[in-house]
């Protein structure tokens, strides 16, 4: 489908572009052989957007995310995130870059047992210097977004897949990213769970105008989303 009219717009009418991958090319080596997994790879991620990666196992979709989450370098090609290149940026600024303005979201929540709901979403605040009320604040904030702000002060071994999974959605917000990047997010769940973590996920994504880049082999879910793109030889292709 023709990107120009697929292409969501805030509200003066022009998107911003948050995440661009320009040729963006990634080899490992094995032995005495190269492997190309990345092959002039090209994706723009627009304000408010969200994109499915759907890609068989072993098609580079890990590696394209650990790219544009400034984990990996590429081999070659540039990573803007909201127009900031970050290829000859140093390991610090891609770090704070990462903090500051990515969010990720994995298939297992990964949140801190010994925490509450609430202080697994206050802590990448606190660790950005923000102050603890503030910081408190948001998180409630979000919790309440998330629609689980009424379990904000158990622990994670207390709550259900989905109620576990809309908690790691809220912390990845938690810093205000302009863009967020998920690997199977709801891979995890019940359709039915599933539905509605997806759902106060987009929610989430129109509301705040960040970029979503969420790779999922829930075809069902894919289809809901703005964008279907795939791997094929290490290239972007729309679906
Ligand atoms: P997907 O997430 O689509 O399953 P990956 O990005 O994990 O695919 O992997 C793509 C290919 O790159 C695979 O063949 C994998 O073995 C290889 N690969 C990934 N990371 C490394 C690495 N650090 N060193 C060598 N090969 C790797």
Avoid: W
Wanted: glycine residues 6%; negative net charge.
């Amino acid at each position: 489908m023709d990107e120009e009219r697929t292409r969501p717009e805030s509200s003066q009418g022009v998107s911003e572009p948050l995440l661009r991958l320009d040729a963006i090319s990634k080899s490992y080596v094995q032995g005495d052989k190269q492997l190309v997994v990345l092959d002039g790879a090209e994706l723009t991620v627009y304000a408010g957007e969200m994109v499915a990666l759907v890609a068989p196992s072993g098609a580079g979709k890990s590696t394209l995310l650990h790219i544009a989450g400034l984990l990996e370098r590429p081999t070659e090609g540039e990573v803007y995130i909201a127009d900031m290149p970050q290829s000859e940026a140093s390991d610090r600024s891609r770090t704070l870059t990462r903090r500051n303005e990515i969010g990720f979201v994995y298939q297992f929540h990964h949140l801190m047992a010994e925490f509450t709901a609430l202080e697994n979403v206050m802590l990448p605040q606190l660790i950005c210097g923000e102050d603890r009320q503030e910081a408190g604040a948001r998180s409630r904030e979000l919790l309440s977004y998330m629609k689980i702000e009424h379990r904000a002060d158990h622990r994670p071994a207390e709550l259900s897949g989905g109620e576990q999974q809309r908690v790691a959605i809220a912390r990845a917000m938690a810093n205000a990213p302009r863009v967020l990047l998920a690997d199977e997010p709801t891979g995890n769940l019940d359709p039915t769970t599933s539905d509605y973590v997806f759902k106060a996920l987009n929610a989430l994504v129109k509301q705040s105008g960040i970029a979503a880049l969420v790779a999922t082999h829930n075809l069902f879910l894919a289809e809901r989303m703005d964008r279907q793109i795939t791997l094929v030889d290490g290239k972007i292709v729309e679906l």
